[in-house]
């Protein structure tokens, strides 16, 4: 049976919560029960205290009556005198009935109310000797009711010193007993998360450490083996397989190596038969005297920045691609240069990155900057400089490839111009053009033209260029809407 980790942590949750809930119940009951033996004893204070005075307000209101003999003592004597007798209930109820101090303060309660309505008749019958003497009788039972409370009050004090005192004791008691409960249940809750994330954390730990082994290399270890069942022995009885695949693959893979070798030398022979003589020359020069020079880290870095150029120069000219990767092209041409010239041409960029996801035809960026380098800052022995800006303006994004070079002939302009505005495609290029020189083989108006097969437009290229004054050959590619975004996601997936 599979035992969910799930399952397991919920199965401690629960016994933690109702260990938990048993200790907070206890303490509560217990509480609860101080408490209200606290407020019965509260309780009894204030209602005899209630009873005291309320014979006094009865008194009052009697005496009031007989001397001014307006109704509204009247009132207030018989609501005080209902008050008295509910007290006296309630005095019943919460007192001991064994008591022979309370038989005897409800026996005064009692002739105190029947002196107060005797004295009440004989007052309105006019029977003068006798309401002085009830009168005087009130008078005295509440005298005596006094005394008894305050006797009452005094045993009742005596009483709750004990009660005090008692709860004190079981104050105590509930201390050491919370303390025993919660160390009991936080020792319990202890064992029980050591045991289950036992079993989780062990098979894991087992996992890192083999895949560790597996990281350096070594596929020999021996196959882990998990007691539990739940999610991680499956998850173990994968990994087990996986590293059994693993070692068959490179031992397949160490049989195949000969022949990997071979195809990459021949694919390496394709690209040196099919990359420009010239540029090949001048880059594997510099290779070779680097290597002699120096260290092989920057030896190292310029034959990547070589296989970079090759590979994707060797790629499928009529498939689009990303600005963003033919700017990465260009920047491995830029290495490839800085390296070979130093100081005698500087490369510098200027790019809004959120321009580069848009599409863009295949080899655009590398010959026009190769041109600028071939034709503008080659033969500079100093303060050479090729500029390449990429910065959106309205619906077009501009591409400005800067040199500081020797510059056009007006001839060689217009004839760039007029090829770009030209409507007409036929007999205007030469299918046979290449800038020699050039590790592409692809020319200005090779670019040109594709640019304008790719928009089915024509007004994407300005030349500004003067003998001397440099050139600046700026590309405005349209932008109208996202589509070359998702265009560009969708090739690269494919």
């Known amino acids: 049976m599979l035992f969910q980790i799930r399952t397991k942590l919920l199965f401690y949750f629960i016994i933690l919560v109702v260990l938990l809930t048993s200790v907070g119940l206890f303490f509560y009951k217990s509480s609860e029960k101080l408490v209200t033996e606290y407020e019965d004893s509260f309780e009894r204070f204030l209602l005899l205290n209630d009873i005291s005075q309320r014979t006094n307000f009865i008194t ?44 005897n303060y409800k026996n005064l309660i009692d002739s105190f109310l029947d002196e107060c309505d005797a004295t009440l008749g004989t007052f ?13 009788e009130v008078l005295k039972i509440a005298s005596f009711l006094h005394e008894s409370t305050l006797v009452l009050l005094n045993n009742k004090l005596t009483d709750y010193q004990k009660f005090f005192n008692q709860m004190e004791q079981q104050n105590e008691y509930y201390r050491r007993m919370s303390f025993s409960l919660f160390a009991a249940a936080f020792f ?9 994330s036992g079993g989780i954390t062990k098979p894991i730990r087992l996992l890192s450490e083999a895949a560790k082994e597996i990281s350096t290399g070594n596929l020999d270890g021996e196959d882990i083996k998990v007691t539990t069942k739940d999610e991680l022995k499956p998850l173990t009885e994968t990994f087990n397989q996986m590293r059994a695949n693993l070692r068959r693959l490179v031992l397949e893979i160490k049989q195949q190596s000969e022949l990997d070798q071979l195809l990459k030398e021949l694919e390496l022979r394709n690209l040196q038969n099919q990359m420009n003589p010239h540029f090949l020359f001048n880059t594997l020069n510099t290779v070779s005297k680097m290597a002699y020079l120096e260290e092989a880290e920057e030896t190292s870095r310029l034959i990547e920045a070589v296989a970079a150029i090759l590979r994707y120069n060797l790629g499928d000219i009529n498939q689009a691609t990303s600005l963003r990767e033919e700017l990465r092209i260009v920047k491995e041409y830029f290495f490839i240069q800085k390296t070979r010239f130093g100081e005698r041409i500087q490369f510098k960029t200027s790019i809004e990155e959120d321009c580069l996801d848009f599409e863009i035809p295949r080899l655009i960026l590398q010959p026009l900057v190769e041109n600028a ?28 490839v800067m040199d500081n070079g020797r510059g056009m002939e007006e001839s060689v302009k217009r004839k760039l111009l007029q090829f770009t ?47 001397n004054q440099g050139t600046n050959f700026r590309l405005m590619i349209p932008v109208s809407d996202e589509r070359g975004k998702d265009d560009v996601k969708n090739s690269n997936r494919g």
């Open 421 to 467: 505005n030209s409507t007409s495609t036929e007999g205007s290029y030469d299918h046979s053009e290449t800038s020699r020189g050039n590790s592409t083989g692809i020319g200005v108006r090779n670019v040109i033209r594709r640019l304008q097969l790719f928009y089915q437009q024509n007004n994407l290229v300005a030349i500004e260029s003067e003998l």
């Open 124 to 136: 309105q019958k006019g029977e003068i000797n006798l309401y002085s003497e009830h009168y005087n």
């Open 373 to 400: 380098f071939i034709h503008g800052v080659e033969s500079y022995e100093e303060n050479g400089e090729i500029h390449l800006k990429i910065y959106r303006k309205g619906d077009r994004i501009h591409i400005e």
């Open 188 to 196: 319990l809750s202890a064992l029980l998360a050591l045991w289950i």
């Open 60 to 103: 009052e209101k009697l005496h009031a009556y007989i001397l001014d003999q307006d109704m509204t003592y009247l009132e207030g004597y018989r609501k005080e005198k209902l008050k008295l007798i509910k007290d006296q209930k309630r005095l019943e109820k919460i007192m001991d009935s064994n008591d022979l101090t309370l038989k």
